[in-house]
């Protein structure tokens, strides 16, 4: 299923010449090592550690007597990481689960961080959820292909 849906994401005229290329190489990433693209495993944690930094920061204020109800957390723990996600992602091109699992979001092809109205549309769509399961054969995954991004392990990023 993935594969199917990878090629509607890209559109028609998208079947691979070569099918035995592999995620990253349109891109003129390499298959493995600095550079290729971060694994799914890497991805997840990074969601994970971010998701728990996110529900930290969100609790300072409790720190201070604030009280909040549960709804009202939730929304403020979704609100700071997707602002997590655009500050750290326009001021350094990864986030703090990102430099753990040691990768980043680099504009693709060419590398280098992506500007700043482009990580923007990136975070929105992210904000969205449904983005990240949809991917294309690059395993990447809406929010990246608006923005011209991927996430690359380090050592080819600016």
Do not use: C
């Amino acid at each position: 299923m993935r594969q199917e849906l990878g090629r509607w994401l890209e559109g028609p005229g998208s079947v691979r010449a070569d099918p035995g290329g592999t995620p990253g190489d349109r891109l003129g990433l390499p298959a493995e090592g600095p550079g290729s693209l971060a694994s799914s495993g890497a991805r997840f944690g990074a969601y994970v550690v971010d998701g728990i930094l996110a529900n930290l920061l969100a609790g300072v204020p409790a720190l201070f007597g604030a009280a909040m109800s549960g709804s009202a957390r939730g929304l403020v723990v979704y609100g700071v990481f997707l602002l997590e996600e655009l500050v750290l992602l326009s001021l350094t091109g990864q986030t703090v689960g990102m430099r753990l699992f040691g990768f980043g979001v680099a504009r693709v092809p060419g590398g280098g961080r992506q500007r700043f109205p482009l990580i923007l549309v990136r975070t929105v769509l992210l904000g969205l959820l449904l983005p990240v399961f949809f991917v294309d054969r690059d395993l990447r995954g809406l929010h990246d292909r608006a923005a011209g991004t991927a996430p690359i392990r380090a050592g080819k990023r600016a």
